[in-house]
């Protein structure tokens, strides 16, 4: 588009100031080595989560830059700013990870009081891994000015004596290592090759999952989700977006016009057929949350059989991002889901989902499949209910074999996720068993960490075919094997997890949507009376003092509220 003057905007969010503001505005700007000519035009905000801790972002300095130019070539003034952004890979198996979750909503904050401040007339959110592009996405849902996203895709695999390795392969051959099955420069070999690049982690975990459902949403260009982050076709999709921003400031397309519920459930569908993470179903509530609206859990059990899985790279798999990015990506994963899509719903390209797919091609390699060859017949989500969870648990269903999609045990039961790990790197998780892991929910955790480290490495020991795990935790989108999560109530808020004791039995079947434990209501109760949880883990601090008092329920999103359930 070509450049506007400031006079063809006649309402700029950024020039509803008082006069004498207005002018200290612009000598505050111009010690900064702005111009007349650059005051002069729409200020756009472009909120960059880069920084050196985290390899999806390590990149995005440069990304940004390309959205800058972008910016300034169809006429608006790029104004810059960083938020916090940590790395989940740094925190898994760490205390760390008590944090992540809860960094969602306080980036949310953070870029909601950074824009809101300055007053500005657009924004252009860069971010690309698994908490951050979520709060992204609330905060522009919430603050409601023109705006696009540019995600910053996925890094390249690695490899290991001629097979594909991706970050995971660390974790899974940590035990094989330590029973002397690999050499110590043989596990170097793996450590040094898993990550060749940055970028997101390169199969279907959080992060790339989000960025999918975020183009699949229409806040993002198409082709975005699946990007590789090394390649120059990134670069000139940032400047694509820094342009096409200006064409929403100027024909006030804004977010809310773009994520509706309609939108949402379009994203859940994409989600669906492309295997996606299990955390997606902690972030499509409270991204709902922020637009007035809300999604029952069991929502994703119809979503799950109207999109059957088609996107063939989920752990295990020997397909990567990059190969579903040549295979078609996004656009190709909705093209195939046309009969289950509303494609009336505008995207930030100014068009209808619909619009946007008319030069697409059906997808026709092993990569994405067609709704008649999915991988398996449903898609990823299994929403899961019964006496040990009430209001619903969660498990990646795609991520199973045949054998586990139903099972019974006997319960090993573990208040936190450091003894279960000890217990099975001793060898006394024994196949058959179900692993309890409790207290690790949203207020118990308190911040409901990952089980990542303890499901890879029960990976690398090849139990995961035969132990099932069932915490009020999380897991990353890596994991794979029975992992069941999200069971709320969780055990600090009085779900019945918190009474289950070694040698319960408990079983599950996926097909039937069921979780229970041997158990009558009356011994449950009865159990309940005796009941002492342990201490908070964490006591002080934004965590223990403000955190664990107002989050809500998983299955409400894990959203900050006064009053909740």
């Known amino acids: 588009m ?37 005051l002069d035009r729409p200020f756009v905000a472009v909120a960059n989560s880069w920084n050196e801790f985290v390899p999806g972002h390590h990149h995005l300095k440069r990304v940004g830059e390309a959205v800058k130019i972008g910016i300034w070539q169809a006429g608006g003034m790029p104004v810059e700013f960083n938020h916090i952004a940590p790395c989940d890979g740094l925190a898994d198996g760490t205390v760390g990870m008590h944090w992540i979750l809860p960094s969602r909503d306080i980036m949310a904050a953070s870029m909601e009081m950074m824009i809101q401040s300055q007053r500005v007339d657009g924004v252009v959110a860069l971010s690309t891994c698994d908490k951050i592009v979520p709060a992204q996405l609330m905060a522009l849902a919430r603050i409601n000015l023109p705006s696009i996203m540019v995600t910053g895709g996925a890094m390249l695999s690695g490899s290991f004596q001629g097979e594909k390795v ?20 043989q596990f170097k070999q793996i450590e040094d090759n898993v990550c060749p690049t940055c970028g997101a982690c390169c199969t279907m975990g959080t992060a790339n999952t989000m960025c999918c459902m975020t183009e699949a949403m229409g806040m993002s260009l198409p082709g975005n989700g699946t990007q590789i982050a090394v390649n120059a ?31 949402m459930k379009n994203a859940m569908m994409v989600h669906s057929a492309i295997g996606g993470s299990t955390n997606a179903v902690i972030h499509v509530p409270a991204i709902l949350h922020e637009l007035g609206a809300e999604i029952p859990l069991a929502r994703w059990n119809d979503i799950s059989r109207l999109a059957p899985h088609l996107v063939n790279i989920t752990a295990g798999s020997p397909y990567t991002m990059e190969d579903f990015d040549r295979a078609g990506g996004v656009p190709a994963v909705m093209n195939a889901l046309r009969s289950v899509l509303n494609l009336d719903v505008k995207t930030c390209t100014g ?18 499949r067609s709704l008649d060859n999915p991988i398996y017949g449903e898609g990823a989500i299994a929403i899961l209910t019964g006496n040990l969870a009430p209001h619903g648990a969660v498990v990646k269903q795609t991520a199973l074999t045949p054998d586990m999609l139903a099972h019974k045990g006997p319960a090993r039961v573990f208040d936190d996720e450091e003894n279960a790990k000890e217990a099975l790197l001793a060898r006394r998780i024994r196949p058959g068993d179900v692993v309890v892991i409790r207290y690790e929910g949203p207020r118990g955790g308190p911040g409901m960490r990952e089980m990542y480290t303890f499901q890879t490495i029960l990976c690398g020991m090849k139990l995961d075919d035969s132990v099932a795990l069932v915490t009020d935790g999380r897991f990353s989108g890596w994991n794979r094997g029975p992992a069941i999560g999200h069971v709320s109530p969780e055990a600090a808020a009085g779900g019945p997890l918190a009474t289950v004791k070694d040698g319960d039995v408990i079983l599950y079947d996926i097909p039937k949507r069921v979780l229970a434990v041997e158990l009558s209501e009356a011994e449950i109760r009865e159990r309940h009376k005796t009941i002492k949880p342990p201490e908070p883990k964490i006591k002080g601090g934004f965590l223990g003092e403000i955190y664990s008092k107002l989050v809500t329920s998983v299955d409400k999103g894990a959203i900050l509220r006064v009053s909740h359930d």
């Not at 991706?166 to 420069?185: C, F, R």
């Not at 697409?360 to 994405?368: L, W």
């Open 2 to 38: 070509s450049a506007k003057k400031i006079t063809d905007y006649p309402d700029l969010n950024s020039r509803r100031v008082p006069e004498d503001s207005y002018y200290e505005r612009r000598a505050l700007f111009k010690s900064m080595n702005f111009d007349d000519s650059d």
């Open 166 to 185: 991706q970050a995971q392969h660390i974790n899974e051959m940590y035990p094989v290592w330590k029973e002397g099955k690999l050499t110590d420069s």
């Open 233 to 263: 076709s990134l670069f000139r999709l940032a400047r694509r977006a820094g342009r096409k921003v200006m064409e929403l400031i100027d024909k006030d397309i804004r977010p809310r016009d773009i994520m509706t519920e309609e939108s």
């Open 351 to 368: 068009n209808s989902i619909g619009a946007n797919l008319e030069s697409c091609k059906n997808p026709t390699s092993d990569v994405i």
